[in-house]
């Protein structure tokens, strides 16, 4: 069972609008939350994370929500540019847990 | 170099070769990751290794076989692969500390990706 769900697989945005990455989570254990992103024929790289006492992290263009009663985070990237193409994984962990556990992606598309 | 570097980039093997996956972290990291992405599957983790220790290996199938000689090297052996282990395979690192130090962003290699004809 997934304990982390990407349910949209895809995205398409105009650029200079907002793009909002949803994410869902079974374990309430996770208290740890990281999006990544990717581009093809590369590893992911880290673009933002959020502890569970906050509910909110901003970094630049990127900002990432938390809600933990509803089990939900979204990465929300404004303005987006035709450079953020790219697929979208939302990671999450806790402290007795020894690594990330991804989602499915999401692939982003943002058209000029 | 810096980061996480795998070789090679494309490995393409018959069901009764025996190869093996390299990776190299340079960011001085303590904790080294194999994951493994296949199509419209989530990024899987396969191994996990602290301190040049396993800490975690996720049911893995005896047909890959990791090992960790030091903080900055991890391999990954294969043999009698089956066309369906052919996936992206990911290295990572990170700093895995205790305490308030606890959650550390994953580093990620480019990845190797298998062929098992």
């Known amino acids: 069972d997934q304990q982390v769900k990407q349910n949209s697989p895809s995205l398409s945005v105009q650029e200079g609008r907002i793009s909002i990455l949803n994410c869902d989570y079974t374990?309430?254990?996770?208290?740890?939350f990281l999006w990544y992103k990717k581009y093809p024929a590369e590893g992911p790289t880290f673009l933002i994370s959020?502890?569970?006492?906050?509910d909110k992290n901003e970094d630049g263009r990127f900002t990432v929500f938390l809600n933990k009663s509803a089990k939900h985070l979204s990465l929300h990237i404004v303005p987006s540019q035709p450079g953020d193409s790219a697929v979208y994984f939302c990671a999450a962990m806790h402290e007795a847990g020894t690594a990330l556990i991804f989602g499915k992606g999401t692939t982003l598309s943002v058209s000029s | 170099e810096t980061g996480v570097t795998q070789t090679p980039r494309h490995l393409v093997m018959g069901m009764t070769n025996k190869k093996s996956l390299k990776c190299e972290q340079h960011?001085?990291?303590?904790?080294m990751y194999w994951y493994k992405q296949s199509a419209k599957k989530p990024l899987e983790l396969m191994f996990v290794y602290s301190l040049e220790e396993r800490v975690e290996n996720n049911s893995v199938p005896s047909r890959f076989s990791p090992e960790c000689p030091n903080s900055s090297h991890l391999f990954l052996h294969l043999h009698t692969l089956q066309p369906e282990d052919s996936a992206l395979y990911l290295c990572?690192?990170?700093?895995?500390?205790?305490?308030?130090?606890?959650?550390?962003?994953?580093?990620f290699g480019n990845g190797t990706r298998l062929t098992v004809t």
């Open positions: 960011l001085g990291h303590n904790a």
């Open positions: 374990n309430s254990m996770f208290d740890y």
């Open positions: 959020i502890s569970s006492i906050k």
């Open positions: 990572a690192s990170s700093q895995a500390g205790v305490g308030e130090e606890w959650n550390s962003p994953l580093h």
